[in-house]
């Protein structure tokens, strides 16, 4: 882009933004002359940010439903706007997805854009809450240029209830930086974490909440202590949401353990670990042995495809965007969403079946190559970014 922009990146949380797959973008944007500027809740990433050479602008966004609150967080875009002229405006997550293209197109910003990291339902959700997300979707698209989608259901989804135009929308994968996340050592993580050479090693990386579907994992795993009495399994991430959620998931693994009051191999409550949110996920992909994604509602799954391009085994529940990302069989395992027997016989044949498994994660690293190289999303995004203020 020989134009120099001033571009305003929306996100619900300074985490979210300060991710291994959406701070490259934003950081690059800089690097190559563009202002940049993040509206978002800040936390405790605002400096990572601000290194990365971008201005940050903390607003009162919520991921909840808080209607005063969201006015708030209205008035205070709309304010920023309003001063900012921005060349463009892009919106990540739903709400502020919303918030953000709303006030953007009042104010005749050049290029307001949103990306759709999956619509705020799952397949299990009602018919009413499917209505409302629709119904504000299609409200918001009319108030956008152009709407990014990350899965190929999504685009049909939002093609078929009329959510969007065909000419606004566009299919872009979220991209993993393959330098970062490939094959090699975990650089002392097991040691660190106090676990055994040689035990068997599940891991999840991503948010502790109940919407993730962690209980059905920890269920799994429990399936599997008889055969594996070496089996420990780590939760990575933040569960400042839901904070009393580490607790309730180690009462499921003490309970999931026992057979007839007595506990079975050697105790999952005991090798159950939460580490909270880390800045070296890189780390845990090659410490694990299979990386479980087991939640039933995905807007894409990044933390699948940093696995693959780590070169270790990979299952999840058969939901939009990790359908998309696994050929089942191929360079990866899909199983039924919410069936702990179906995800423990899935890891059991990763662990199990090496020569299988070999050929998997061949599989799965040149199709992150092929198809989910951090780079092509960077240039598929720049490229709209150029289009649209031309």
């Known amino acids: 882009m020989a134009k120099k922009l001033k571009i305003l990146e929306v996100c619900n949380l300074d985490r979210f933004a300060a991710s291994p797959y959406m701070l490259p973008l934003f950081g690059g944007l800089a690097e190559a002359g563009h202002e940049v500027h993040v509206a978002c809740h800040v936390t405790s990433f605002g400096d990572i940010l601000r290194e990365a050479g971008l201005e940050v602008h903390d607003l009162p966004l919520t991921r909840r439903i808080t209607p005063l609150e969201d006015l708030k967080a209205y008035r205070a875009l709309k304010s920023l706007l309003r001063e900012g002229r921005y060349d463009v405006v892009h919106t990540h997550n739903p709400k502020d997805g919303i918030l953000g293209r709303t006030a953007a197109w009042k104010l005749g910003v050049p290029a307001v854009i949103h990306t759709c990291n999956g619509f705020y ?27 990014i989608f990350v899965n190929g259901d999504d685009l049909a989804l939002a093609a078929a209830r009329k959510v969007v135009g065909t000419r606004k929308a566009r299919l872009i994968y979220n991209g993993v930086d ?97 580490t909270g949110y880390r800045h070296d996920p890189e780390r845990f992909y090659r410490l694990f042995d299979v990386y479980v994604l087991p939640s039933t509602r995905e807007g894409f799954g990044v933390t699948l495809i940093e696995g693959m391009a780590t070169g270790i085994p990979v299952v999840a529940c058969r939901v939009r965007g990790p359908r998309e990302i696994i050929d089942d069989g191929v360079n990866g395992i899909l199983v039924a969403d919410r069936d702990p027997a179906a995800l423990a016989d899935a890891v059991a044949f990763c662990l199990e079946a090496p020569e299988a498994v070999g050929n998997y994660t061949r599989r799965a690293r040149e199709k992150v190559e092929r198809e989910f190289d951090h780079a092509i999303m960077r240039s598929s995004l720049y490229e709209e970014y150029r289009r649209l203020t031309s």
């Open 121 to 147: 339902f799952s397949h299990r959700s009602s018919r009413l809450k499917r209505w409302l997300v629709l119904q504000t979707e299609r409200y918001a698209g009319r108030h956008c240029h152009l709407v």
């Open 178 to 274: 393959l330098e970062r996340f490939r094959p090699g050592d975990d650089g002392g993580l097991r040691e660190e974490l106090g676990i055994p050479g040689g035990a068997v090693v599940l891991g999840y990386i991503g948010e502790i909440r109940r919407e993730r579907n962690l209980d059905t994992l920890v269920e799994a795993a429990a399936r599997l202590l008889p055969r594996h009495p070496d089996l420990y399994l780590v939760f990575a991430g933040d569960s400042s949401m839901e904070p009393q959620e580490p607790e309730r998931l180690r009462g499921l693994a003490s309970r999931a353990g026992r057979v007839d009051g007595a506990e079975t191999g050697g105790g999952l409550s005991d090798r159950l670990l939460f």
